[in-house]
């Protein structure tokens, strides 16, 4: 009879093991076998781990979210925003409060991948995620303002050199409602958005490179300057500030480079230099276009960047004949 038992229990217990049925298993557990079914694609099997989840828990907003995922997996986009809503709405109950960042960062995403008049509610969701990191109190308001003044006066190294402003979850929403700007032609909002991008990507990136190299500085000799109003007796090497500074990483830090193309910094930089363009700036955007290619000084001829991709390919043609790409940052 004993052995007849323990048979039962072990063949329960193997096809708990290969079938994964559920034995009374916390509603953690059966989360994290809802997220694993995902990626796999096995997404009735997901489904059905990440209900039980939300039966077991009604307060669950890492549950309702992931179930948002397998319904937008589906291409359910109304069952999917229902459900961001839902995660959205028991956010108090996430054991990581900052998770409610993400959530917001995917439901934004899926609403501007239905239709434009969903783009509103889009837009003041990033909005919002980007108030959180950084107020829009007046003297934020200011500073953002000053960036700009100094950037359109005086360039892009002279920001570099007087300014760190790095920001961190609210990046993305910032670099997303910049194209957006520049899409819907308001492009002094553009300018602001993505002068302050462009300037946390590289106050970051500094960190970083003098965190491996920390004799290294982004010097200015403001005596020098003074005494040489004519020559840019700033630097050193042969090359100044930025493009120093970009030189260096790619030849010799990968990992920083990788990041720098994961953060899509070139994409950046160009609509800075487009908004610069368009707000009258051409001088200054012309710069930063050189920036984004090889320039031979014997034969005259500009190369794009490898690095760069495409947007070096589009710095070249706007240095041949500057241009204004409209609904789009490329044509």
Known sequence: MYKIHFCLLMVMLLLISVYGISADEPAWILL????AELEKRNITESLDFLLQAVELNTDYPEAEY???RVYE?????????????RALDRSIYL?????????????????LNLDTSRKAEALSILYGIADKESDSNPVTVSLEHSYVDLITTEGID???YLY?????????ARRILAEESWNEGHYRSSLLLSTRVVLSLMTTATIRYRLAHPDWRFDIDEEKDRLNP????????????LEDLLNRIYSGDSILS?????EGFWPQLYLLSESLYAEGYAKIAESLWHLMVIDNTVTGELTPRPEAGRWGQLSRSQLREPFISVGSISP
């Open 66 to 68: 992931w179930i948002g």
């Open 164 to 172: 760190r402003d790095e920001l961190l979850f609210s990046l993305k």
């Open 258 to 262: 990788d990041w720098l193309e994961y």
């Open 158 to 160: 002279e920001l570099l």
């Open 95 to 111: 054991r990581v409060p900052q998770d409610r960042i993400g959530i917001e960062y995917r439901l934004a995403g899926l609403l």
């Open 73 to 85: 997996a589906q291409g359910q986009a109304v069952l999917a925003e229902e459900q961001y809503h």
């Open 230 to 241: 004519d020559r840019d007796v700033r630097y050193t090497g042969n090359s100044d500030g």
């Open 32 to 35: 994290e076998k809802g997220k």
